[in-house]
């Protein structure tokens, strides 16, 4: 096929596997596997090596650079002082415990030989955040072990790959039978000038995106276009430096004061997630039949050490003399997934290390395909199960965040709180989270769509989401953010919304409407100032929802039902369910209370 259909094929390929994970909700590797695997090996389709020729390394090259840039970016030494001790000895000793036994592991399980061993050892020491999150998601455990296992994939992201471009460098160097001592003095010379160029690069961005010397519209390309110099320009003086220089430009991106990083965040996850769909079916359609045939039990000892042996041995040993209990100790030491990028970089490794006469290299992808489905497969079955074995998953009900403090969602939180549901009220403001504070409701200080709040703000303890500020596009923008995390059922907002309205915003934007899209915050506030407040109706078999509508006066607005300690919107009332209803003041008792149905 001509080089655009090729390209817009593999496009299809990834993002559409990708599509279909999300979906299916299914891991976007399996899929992504299959369909690189089928148009590849399997029907003969697709054979990158042919139909790209000279230009597949340097593709995928520039994908991978981008890719570290990216993992740069998470990595902000500020934040590191909330990630604990535990995490930070997970880190140091953890990862040269890891590295080590990995590449030990390697070489007399495996059958790599020592140099290709200890290179792919370095890059499995990553636990990346995109895939350590969805299993926190789905296994609610308790708040240590879920906030060291999520710093851990935040720190470590970058950090294999790492390693990983080191010793490519070693080895490139020992290729040309140089002296060990000047073999480490180039190498300490690349490493500096890397770093260099990296931070120069990072500093310029950092220093004219703020003035306003760019439009908004260019900054996503500009970024783009210079972490690609970056990466040729390194490269270019010194061999095999771009990829240090690149990851070296993130982290100092990450640390500089810029107060449009976050859209530059933005930029990068789109970005990275188009080039990690197409690498990774370009590297599956690549596998050659023969390396697969080669494969034998060795692959499966190497997997298993590095699962039951490697991970559990590393942490247990690095986490000596931290307050983690045994049983925090042994969910640490199981749970270890890696993920997508693992196998991009292995791929790329791979292609580099074969030029450089190590034959072995080939079998990189295959082990870190069986590396990544084994720890998804084991980690993402096993994980719940084993919280609830140890103890470690969470008891408490899943809470709720309100997005916006007003007196009338203060009163929301109280009544809520008043039916042992966990509340939480976020705000920019740290004046209009004052009335929240005196009330001693749990507070956020922050901007709720930034990235920092990704680190500092404990998803995982929260059902439900309420954005109930008076801005009806933000409150929008927010259940739009937060809907692919907690489920498009469970956000809410406040607002007016007609569906025959050309100028309001579309119901597929919006979160589920409070009141039926009837009020916005200037009608609750009113009504909360003329004394309106909360009612709590539990329906049984005896009193049942209508006799609940026949009962409820005439002004009074529905809110939402909780069903076992969870807030449900739309779905029909049932018995034992607890209706939440906003009524006007002379509905209440002198006491305070709604009158008994």
Same mark, same amino acid.
Not at 37 to 48: C, D, T
Not at 203 to 219: D, H, N, Q, S
Not at 341 to 347: F, M, N, P, Y
Not at 366 to 388: E, K, N, Q, Y
């Given at each position: 096929?001509?080089?655009?259909?090729?390209?817009?094929?593999?496009?299809?390929?990834?993002?559409?596997?990708?599509?279909?994970?999300?979906?299916?909700?299914?891991?976007?590797?399996?899929?992504?596997?299959?369909?690189?695997?089928?148009?590849?090996?399997?029907?003969?389709?697709?054979?990158?090596?042919?139909?790209?020729?000279?230009?597949?390394?340097?593709?995928?090259?520039?994908?991978?650079?981008?890719?570290?840039?990216?993992?740069?970016?998470?990595?902000?030494?500020?934040?590191?002082?909330?990630?604990?001790?535990?995490?930070?000895?997970?880190?140091?000793?953890?990862?040269?415990?890891?590295?080590?036994?990995?590449?030990?592991?390697?070489?007399?399980?495996?059958?790599?030989?020592?140099?290709?061993?200890?290179?792919?050892?370095?890059?499995?020491?990553?636990?990346?955040?995109?895939?350590?999150?969805?299993?926190?998601?789905?296994?609610?455990?308790?708040?240590?072990?879920?906030?060291?296992?999520?710093?851990?994939?935040?720190?470590?992201?970058?950090?294999?790959?790492?390693?990983?471009?080191?010793?490519?460098?070693?080895?490139?160097?020992?290729?040309?039978?140089?002296?060990?001592?000047?073999?480490?003095?180039?190498?300490?010379?690349?490493?500096?000038?890397?770093?260099?160029?990296?931070?120069?690069?990072?500093?310029?961005?950092?220093?004219?995106?703020?003035?306003?010397?760019?439009?908004?519209?260019?900054?996503?390309?500009?970024?783009?276009?210079?972490?690609?110099?970056?990466?040729?320009?390194?490269?270019?003086?010194?061999?095999?430096?771009?990829?240090?220089?690149?990851?070296?430009?993130?982290?100092?991106?990450?640390?500089?004061?810029?107060?449009?990083?976050?859209?530059?965040?933005?930029?990068?996850?789109?970005?990275?997630?188009?080039?990690?769909?197409?690498?990774?079916?370009?590297?599956?359609?690549?596998?050659?039949?023969?390396?697969?045939?080669?494969?034998?039990?060795?692959?499966?000892?190497?997997?298993?050490?590095?699962?039951?042996?490697?991970?559990?041995?590393?942490?247990?040993?690095?986490?000596?003399?931290?307050?983690?209990?045994?049983?925090?100790?042994?969910?640490?030491?199981?749970?270890?997934?890696?993920?997508?990028?693992?196998?991009?970089?292995?791929?790329?490794?791979?292609?580099?290390?074969?030029? &450089?006469?190590? /034959?072995?290299? +080939?079998?990189? =992808? *295959?082990?870190?395909? !069986?590396?990544?489905?084994?720890?998804? @497969?084991? $980690?993402?079955?096993?994980?719940?199960?084993?919280?609830?074995?140890?103890?470690?998953?969470?008891?408490?009900?899943?809470?709720?965040?309100?997005?916006?403090?007003?007196?009338?969602?203060?009163? &929301?939180?109280? /009544?809520?709180? +008043?039916?042992? =549901? *966990?509340?939480?009220? !976020?705000?920019?403001?740290?004046?209009? @989270?004052? $009335?929240?504070?005196?009330?001693?409701?749990?507070?956020?200080?922050?901007?709720?769509?930034?990235?920092?709040?990704?680190?500092?703000?404990?998803?995982?303890?929260?059902?439900?989401?309420?954005?109930?500020?008076?801005?009806?596009?933000?409150?929008?923008?927010?259940?739009?953010?937060?809907?692919?995390?907690?489920?498009?059922?469970?956000?809410?907002?406040?607002?007016?919304?007609?569906?025959?309205?050309?100028?309001?915003?579309?119901?597929?934007?919006?979160?589920?409407?409070?009141?039926?899209?009837?009020?916005?915050?200037?009608?609750?506030?009113?009504?909360?100032?003329?004394?309106?407040?909360?009612?709590?109706?539990?329906?049984?078999?005896?009193?049942?929802?209508?006799?609940?509508?026949?009962?409820?006066?005439?002004?009074?607005?529905?809110?939402?039902?909780?069903?076992?300690?969870?807030?449900?919107?739309?779905?029909?009332?049932?018995?034992?369910?607890?209706?939440?209803?906003?009524?006007?003041?002379?509905?209440?008792?002198?006491?305070?209370?709604?009158?008994?149905?």
């Amino acid at each position: 096929m001509d080089f655009i259909t090729l390209v817009a094929f593999i496009g299809i390929l990834g993002i559409g596997s990708q599509y279909l994970a999300w979906r299916l909700n299914l891991p976007a590797i399996v899929l992504m596997s299959l369909a690189g695997l089928i148009a590849g090996p399997v029907l003969g389709v697709l054979n990158p090596t042919q139909d790209f020729g000279v230009y597949l390394q340097p593709l995928i090259s520039i994908a991978v650079a981008i890719i570290l840039f990216e993992g740069g970016l998470t990595l902000n030494f500020k934040e590191l002082q909330h990630a604990g001790r535990a995490v930070m000895r997970l880190v140091v000793p953890g990862v040269p415990l890891a590295w080590g036994l990995g590449s030990v592991a390697a070489y007399y399980l495996g059958g790599l030989s020592w140099p290709v061993a200890i290179l792919f050892a370095g890059i499995m020491v990553v636990t990346g955040p995109t895939v350590i999150m969805p299993l926190l998601r789905q296994a609610k455990l308790s708040a240590t072990p879920r906030t060291v296992l999520k710093w851990e994939g935040i720190v470590n992201d970058p950090i294999g790959a790492l390693l990983a471009v080191l010793v490519f460098e070693y080895l490139s160097y020992a290729g040309q039978e140089k002296p060990v001592l000047e073999i480490g003095l180039w190498m300490l010379f690349a490493t500096i000038i890397a770093g260099i160029i990296g931070f120069i690069f990072a500093r310029a961005i950092a220093f004219i995106f703020p003035r306003g010397w760019v439009p908004e519209y260019l900054k996503a390309p500009i970024l783009l276009v210079a972490v690609i110099t970056c990466y040729a320009l390194a490269d270019a003086i010194e061999h095999e430096t771009g990829l240090l220089a690149v990851t070296a430009m993130g982290v100092a991106l990450a640390n500089a004061k810029m107060a449009s990083l976050g859209d530059l965040r933005r930029f990068k996850e789109n970005i990275t997630v188009l080039l990690v769909s197409g690498v990774f079916v370009i590297l599956t359609a690549s596998l050659d039949a023969d390396v697969w045939m080669a494969l034998d039990w060795r692959l499966a000892a190497f997997v298993g050490a590095m699962l039951f042996l490697v991970r559990p041995a590393s942490v247990f040993l690095s986490t000596l003399g931290t307050n983690l209990s045994f049983a925090e100790r042994l969910m640490l030491g199981w749970i270890a997934p890696r993920g997508i990028v693992a196998v991009a970089v292995s791929g790329f490794f791979a292609l580099k290390l074969m030029d &450089l006469g190590y /034959a072995d290299a +080939a079998l990189l =992808i *295959p082990f870190s395909f !069986a590396m990544v489905f084994a720890t998804i @497969l084991a $980690h993402g079955f096993s994980i719940a199960p084993l919280g609830r074995a140890l103890g470690l998953a969470s008891k408490s009900r899943p809470g709720a965040l309100i997005v916006g403090s007003t007196p009338w969602s203060v009163a &929301l939180a109280q /009544a809520l709180q +008043a039916h042992d =549901i *966990p509340v939480t009220i !976020a705000d920019s403001s740290w004046h209009r @989270l004052r $009335h929240a504070r005196l009330t001693d409701i749990s507070v956020y200080y922050g901007e709720i769509l930034s990235e920092v709040s990704e680190h500092h703000l404990d998803l995982q303890r929260f059902g439900t989401l309420l954005a109930v500020t008076g801005n009806e596009a933000y409150n929008a923008l927010v259940c739009r953010e937060f809907g692919t995390e907690l489920g498009r059922a469970h956000v809410f907002q406040l607002g007016a919304a007609e569906e025959d309205d050309p100028h309001g915003l579309a119901l597929s934007v919006r979160g589920v409407a409070l009141f039926d899209g009837r009020l916005d915050l200037n009608d609750v506030l009113k009504n909360h100032f003329a004394g309106w407040t909360f009612q709590r109706t539990t329906l049984s078999d005896e009193y049942g929802f209508e006799a609940y509508k026949e009962g409820r006066p005439e002004e009074a607005e529905r809110l939402f039902y909780i069903r076992k300690g969870e807030i449900v919107g739309s779905l029909k009332a049932e018995s034992g369910d607890t209706i939440i209803t906003f009524v006007p003041p002379k509905d209440i008792n002198s006491n305070g209370s709604a009158p008994r149905q």
